[in-house]
């Protein structure tokens, strides 16, 4: 069964760039289906960022597009996010999901989540 | 951008009572593209319901989902302790996909 893992940097400095990757495993990138990135603020909800079909296809969240930048690598299976010009508002526990397009698009596999905290 | 409101914020019930929880969207949502998603303290959130009202993988028949258009609901016709979590609702037929700020179901 598919399974997704997020990794990155716990900890940026405000004004820099976030980068994370989603490896997939268990299955393809060239599914049909969309990858996407959603955020949880602590002790808050969830909030759609963005996602990406294996083609280069993309949609964002219209409050992050200016320093959003999603992309996919099929030779490696995994999925990136840049967030730029990050500030204390976008520490968050970043997750990774899979939209199943069989599914009325919605999240059915998930990653654990990483940390993210931005802070000098 | 459809805005989704859950209600309650927080729902108190003990074991084996019923639960039923509303999600309303600020404009119709096409095609029933709403989710329920479940979410424990430290964990991702889990997928239990699709297309307003299909379980999705592995979940039990004591969840059940309803609704169409604006009005949207979920019931647990029996709580079991793994139960009480949080649970969003979500939208996605019309981008930006939205999420409902959560509903809270706690031991009473």
């Known amino acids: 069964q598919v399974q997704l893992q997020e990794s990155g940097p716990g900890l940026v400095k405000p004004s820099g760039t976030l980068s994370l990757t989603c490896a997939v495993s268990?299955?393809?990138?060239?599914?049909?289906?969309?990858w996407s990135w959603v955020r949880q603020p602590p002790g808050k909800g969830l909030e759609w960022i963005a996602e990406?079909?294996?083609?280069?296809?993309?949609n964002s969240n219209p409050s992050l597009r200016s320093r959003v930048t999603i992309s996919v690598d099929k030779s490696k299976n995994h999925f990136s996010l840049k967030l730029s010009s990050v500030t204390a508002a976008d520490t968050a526990v970043y997750y990774c999901?899979?939209?199943?397009?069989?599914?009325?698009?919605?999240?059915?596999?998930w990653g654990q989540g990483t940390t993210v905290t931005v802070s000098s | 951008e459809i805005v989704l409101t859950q209600s309650p914020g927080t729902l108190s019930l003990s074991p084996g009572e019923r639960a039923t929880l509303s999600c309303r969207a600020s404009q119709s949502v096409s095609s029933n593209y709403l989710a329920w998603y479940l979410q424990k303290p430290g964990q991702a959130p889990r997928l239990l319901i699709y297309?307003?009202?299909s379980r999705a993988t592995g979940i039990p028949d004591r969840f059940s989902g309803s609704g169409s258009g604006t009005d949207f609901t979920l019931t647990v016709s029996r709580l079991e302790p793994e139960d009480f979590a949080v649970y969003y609702c979500q939208q996605y037929g019309t981008p930006p996909g939205t999420f409902g700020q959560g509903t809270k179901v706690e031991i009473k």
């Open positions: 999901a899979r939209i199943n397009s069989y599914q009325y698009y919605s999240m059915d596999v």
């Open positions: 268990g299955g393809s990138i060239t599914s049909p289906n969309w």
């Open positions: 297309g307003a009202s």
């Open positions: 990406i079909y294996y083609t280069g296809g993309t």
